[in-house]
Every structure is written in C-alpha cells, then in structure tokens.
C-alpha cells in the first residue's frame, strides 16, 4: 500500500464547515508551533463534483491564501460561477517548523481552511481541482529533497479527497479532459514542481533585484520534474483537446526575478517547450502562482504558437501587505510581461466563448471587479 504509513497520522473526520461548537485549532493547541501531534486532526475538504462531460466556459484560478486571514474573497468567486476552479499551490501556510514528521502544523492550518465558510460556500459552487506550492508542501522553498514529502502527499490526497490515480503513484500531478462536445474540449494538466524538483542554485547576492534568491543553474542533471513525471506529461499531451490549461505552482516564462521559478532550471524549461512541440499540443496556455503579485505573460519563439501565461496571486496575503506604505511600488524587470504586475488580492477567471474561438484571461480583484484582460483567439494556439 502506497501509505502504509498513513494510519499513523491520525488524521480524523470534521465537519467541513464551521459550527458553533466545532473545535478550533486554537482550542487544540493555540498558536504554538509545538504542539503534540496526536492532539492535531486534518479534515477532510470535498468540493461539487466534477461533471466531464459537460462543456467548460468559466474556470477560476486562484493560489496563496493565509488560512487565518480574511477569507471573504471566496464568496466573490463563488459568485463567479465559475464551471470549474484551480487552486494553484500555497492553499494554506503550513510550514512544519516543529520538525515533527506527523506534520501537526499543517493539518491544523487545513483544519482552519475546512472551517472558512466562504470557502465551504466556493467548494460548493464548482468543483476544485488542486496543485500543491511549497508552504502546503511543508517547507519553504522546499522540492525533492524534503524529509516529509510523503506524509506531505498523504495528508493532501486526504485533505483533497483523491481518489483517481494520483492516489497511486509518488507525487500529485493530475490531468482531466472536460467536455464531451468535439471542438469544445479543455484539458487541465496541474504539475507537481515540488516532490521531484532538485535543489536550486543560491544567489551570490542575496536581496539585489533580478537575483533575490537563486540563479539560474544550467546542470542538465538537475530536473523540476522527475523522469516519471516527464514520461506521463509527454502522453497528456497527446491527447485532444481544444485548449489546455498547464498548471503550474511556479512561474514558467516570467524571467524579471531571482525567486523560484521555471528559470532556475533553464534546462528544464526548455525540455518543458521541446516537450509541448514534440507532442504537437495545440491550445496550451500555462496558470501559476506562487508569486504574491499577478500579471499576464506572452512568450514568443520558444514553440510553435505565442505562449501565454496567467499568474494569480494572493488570495488574502498580496505583495503589498510587505511593502513601505510611504514608498511607491517598483515593478520588476518584465521580459515577457504584458501588463504591470498586480500587487493586491487577486484571482484569475477565464472565459471562453466557443462560439467566437476566443479565451479572455483577466485578473481580477477582492471586489470581482476586473484589473487587468487580455483576449486570445484560439486559432492563434495552432
């Protein structure tokens, strides 16, 4: 059995919205992170079921949300209604500081999230399919090398309620076709950027802009994606469809930052361009997260199509909850970038108009109120 383990957890039951007397993590084991782990329960979180045959015209996309923070943003999503919506990685912050290997620190911040009633009301409202990030992954910044990985994907597919195959095998990389209507066909292809990832390169300049983390390492043994993960990504890609939405927790076409991304492994990067032209995979358009901020991307050259990319980031822990309220915000470098970065709440919706062969992408704010779009002509994805 895959996780043999993962009656130790002892992972339990609760209601999946708050009550009155639902017992909250602070009752528990208030805010410290040393709290005994038996004394910890994760919860399971269930979302509408996923219909695959129906026609999909409205998908949310949505990462980073602080689960003791206001959660009032879901109830605008919900409002959306949206067909199907894309939690995108960080979904809550759970970093195991403790070092415990049952994790208490991470089932207590999903045992929060379960208990956010706006989010109960989003669940209810359209299916949710998840990606993981690193501060649901466990650690800060962690990848293949982290210590509790597997309770890490024990404790998600739980939480997740999975089911499919991804129950079966390392790491929670998934994908789905929706919509029985030819011509009219979306797949979701959500990567796992952390349980195989290799180590990054430290940056020599910790803090200067354009390097504040990392640098781009151009080991060609080093992979963001495992072989395993390679081999199955190739054959999704195989498969028809109208229009594929890429998930991935991390920015892949964004180059104006030195934090974790797609860039630091620039042999990857381009084995993930070689990839899609190899499968001749019409329609792809990338969604990611991670950033705390949100901006629309386009890259040319590196396939066959204009690539584009959609990052939405934060929920309810945006960029400018860090910055000088005296000083105006700098943009960063943007190669690639079409429009200035947002550093608010925030979530994407896409809309598609089958009719018209057109996808807009927006980014929208905690009002629902639309900051930024762009329209893509889906003939132009060939």
Not at 43 to 66: G, Y
Not at 86 to 101: A, E, F, I, T
Not at 222 to 245: C, S, V, Y
Request: hydrophobic letters at 40%.
């Amino acid at each position: 059995m895959k996780h043999r383990f993962f009656a130790a957890l002892a992972l339990m039951v609760l209601p999946s919205c708050a009550t009155d007397d639902a017992v909250t993590p602070d009752e528990l084991w208030g805010q410290s992170a040393e709290a005994p782990s038996g004394a910890i329960r994760a919860v399971p979180m269930p979302s509408a079921p996923l219909d695959e045959t129906k026609t999909i015209s409205r998908v949310v996309f949505a990462s980073c949300a602080q689960q003791n923070e206001d959660q009032s943003i879901w109830d605008v999503i919900a409002a959306e209604n949206p067909d199907v919506t894309l939690y995108m990685g960080d979904n809550v912050y759970g970093d195991v500081r403790s070092g415990d290997p049952a994790m208490p620190e991470l089932k207590a911040a999903y045992m929060r999230l379960a208990q956010s009633e706006p989010f109960s009301r989003a669940r209810a409202a359209a299916p949710l399919l998840a990606a993981w990030d690193d501060h649901d992954f466990g650690m800060n910044d962690a990848g293949g090398d982290y210590q509790y990985k597997e309770q890490a994907e024990a404790i998600f597919e739980y939480v997740w309620d999975v089911k499919d195959e991804r129950a079966d095998r390392p790491g929670v990389y998934g994908a789905w076709i929706l919509g029985a209507e030819e011509g009219r066909r979306i797949q979701i292809i959500v990567l796992d950027t952390r349980f195989f990832r290799s180590g990054l390169k430290p940056t020599d300049e910790r803090g200067a802009k354009g390097k504040e983390r990392y640098l781009p390492d151009p080991d060609p043994a080093k992979t963001m994606l495992g072989e395993a993960q390679w081999a199955w990504l190739a054959d999704e890609l195989k498969k028809p469809a109208d229009l594929r939405l890429l998930v991935s927790s991390v920015q892949v076409i964004a180059d104006g930052h030195g934090w974790e991304a797609w860039k630091m492994l620039p042999a990857e990067r381009e084995r993930l361009y070689q990839t899609i032209d190899a499968a001749e995979a019409d329609g792809v358009v990338v969604l990611s997260g991670d950033r705390h901020a949100a901006a629309l991307y386009r890259k040319d050259g590196v396939i066959d199509y204009p690539l584009f990319e959609a990052t939405s980031s934060s929920l309810n822990l945006p960029l400018r909850n860090w910055l000088d309220p005296d000083k105006p915000y700098e943009q960063e470098p943007g190669p690639n970038r079409l429009t200035d970065m947002i550093i608010d709440a925030n979530y994407g919706l896409l809309e598609i108009d089958w009719e018209a062969g057109v996808v807009e992408m927006s980014i929208r704010g905690a009002d629902g109120a639309e900051i930024v779009a762009d329209i893509v002509e889906l003939s132009s994805l060939r």
